[in-house]
C-alpha cells in the first residue's frame, strides 16, 4: 500500500466533506418561513465515506461494516460493541475496528475510556455475531472470527473544537488527527475558498504526519 495513494484519498475525503458541509448549511433554510438553527449531524456521511475511503485503498479481500452491532459472549451474558467502521477479512475474520469522530465537541468524557474497555473485552473473544439484512424485512446472523492481531485505530476528522480533550487521546496509540488546523464544517468555508483551505490543511505538517502515520498502521495491519 503506497502512502501517497493514502494521503491522496484523505485530501478526496476531506474536500467532500467539505462539499457536503455547505450543502448542509445551505438546506437549514427550509422556506420563507421555517429555518433550522444548528448544521444537521454528517456524522453517518462521515462514516460512509471514510469506509469507501477503506475500500479503495485495503486489497480487495478486506470488507467493512459501518455501524453494525458485534455481539460477543462474557460468561452467561452477551457484550456488545457498535464499532464506527469494523474491517472484515476475507468475509470470516474481523481484522479491525475504526472508531470515527467529526471532532471531541460533544464527546462525553468517559467515551475513551468506555471504547478501549470494549475493545479489550472484544479481543478476548473468539468469535463474534452480527446481524445482517436479508432481503426487505429480515435479517441473518453472521458468525465472525475475531483475529489475534486485532487492531483498533481512532480518526478525528477536525482538531478543532475539542474543548481540551484531544491532547489526552493522542497520547493513544493508533490515534490519528486528519486536519488539526482547520475544521470542514467552519462557516468560512464555501465553493469559492474550498481550495484555499484544502492547501491550507495539506501544507500543515502536523497534518502529513498524521496522514503518514494512518498510511503505515493501515500498511502494517491489513496486509
Same mark, same amino acid.
Given at each position: 500500500?503506497?502512502?501517497?495513494? @493514502?494521503? *491522496?484519498? /484523505?485530501?478526496? =475525503?476531506?474536500? +467532500?466533506?467539505?462539499?457536503l458541509?455547505?450543502?448542509k448549511?445551505?438546506?437549514? !433554510?427550509?422556506?420563507?418561513?421555517v429555518?433550522r438553527?444548528?448544521?444537521?449531524?454528517?456524522?453517518?456521511?462521515f462514516?460512509?465515506?471514510f469506509?469507501?475511503l477503506?475500500?479503495?485503498?485495503?486489497?480487495?479481500?478486506?470488507s467493512?461494516l459501518?455501524?453494525?452491532?458485534?455481539?460477543?459472549?462474557?460468561?452467561?451474558?452477551?457484550?456488545?460493541?457498535?464499532?464506527?467502521?469494523?474491517?472484515?477479512?476475507?468475509?470470516? @475474520?474481523? *481484522?479491525g /475496528?475504526?472508531? =470515527?469522530?467529526v +471532532?471531541?465537541?460533544?464527546?462525553k468524557?468517559?467515551?475513551l475510556?468506555?471504547s !478501549?474497555e470494549s475493545f479489550?473485552?472484544?479481543?478476548?473473544?473468539?468469535?463474534?455475531?452480527?446481524?445482517r439484512?436479508?432481503?426487505?424485512?429480515?435479517?441473518?446472523?453472521d458468525?465472525l472470527?475475531?483475529?489475534?492481531?486485532?487492531?483498533?485505530?481512532?480518526v478525528?476528522?477536525?482538531?478543532?473544537?475539542?474543548?481540551?480533550?484531544?491532547?489526552?487521546?493522542?497520547?493513544?496509540?493508533?490515534?490519528f488527527?486528519?486536519?488539526?488546523?482547520?475544521?470542514?464544517?467552519?462557516?468560512?468555508? +464555501?465553493?469559492?475558498?474550498?481550495?484555499?483551505f484544502l492547501?491550507?490543511?495539506?501544507?500543515?505538517?502536523?497534518?502529513?504526519?498524521?496522514w503518514?502515520?494512518?498510511?503505515?498502521?493501515?500498511?502494517?495491519?491489513?496486509?
Amino acid at each position: 500500500m503506497q502512502s501517497k495513494k @493514502v494521503e *491522496a484519498e /484523505i485530501r478526496k =475525503l476531506l474536500r +467532500d466533506v467539505m462539499k457536503l458541509c455547505e450543502v448542509k448549511r445551505e438546506s437549514k !433554510k427550509k422556506s420563507e418561513r421555517v429555518r433550522r438553527g444548528r448544521m444537521p449531524s454528517i456524522a453517518n456521511e462521515f462514516e460512509d465515506r471514510f469506509a469507501a475511503l477503506l475500500e479503495r485503498v485495503l486489497p480487495k479481500r478486506y470488507s467493512m461494516l459501518v455501524d453494525y452491532r458485534v455481539s460477543h459472549r462474557v460468561g452467561k451474558q452477551m457484550k456488545t460493541y457498535y464499532p464506527d467502521v469494523s474491517i472484515v477479512r476475507n468475509g470470516s @475474520v474481523l *481484522a479491525g /475496528i475504526i472508531e =470515527l469522530k467529526v +471532532d471531541l465537541g460533544y464527546t462525553k468524557g468517559e467515551w475513551l475510556a468506555k471504547s !478501549k474497555e470494549s475493545f479489550r473485552s472484544l479481543r478476548k473473544a473468539r468469535t463474534v455475531q452480527y446481524r445482517r439484512e436479508s432481503g426487505t424485512t429480515n435479517k441473518e446472523t453472521d458468525t465472525l472470527e475475531v483475529a489475534r492481531d486485532l487492531c483498533r485505530a481512532v480518526v478525528i476528522l477536525s482538531g478543532k473544537n475539542d474543548h481540551g480533550k484531544l491532547p489526552l487521546l493522542m497520547k493513544e496509540k493508533d490515534s490519528f488527527v486528519l486536519s488539526s488546523n482547520v475544521h470542514p464544517k467552519s462557516y468560512e468555508i +464555501d465553493s469559492s475558498n474550498q481550495q484555499r483551505f484544502l492547501r491550507q490543511i495539506a501544507g500543515d505538517r502536523e497534518n502529513r504526519k498524521n496522514w503518514r502515520a494512518f498510511a503505515a498502521f493501515l500498511r502494517d495491519s491489513f496486509r
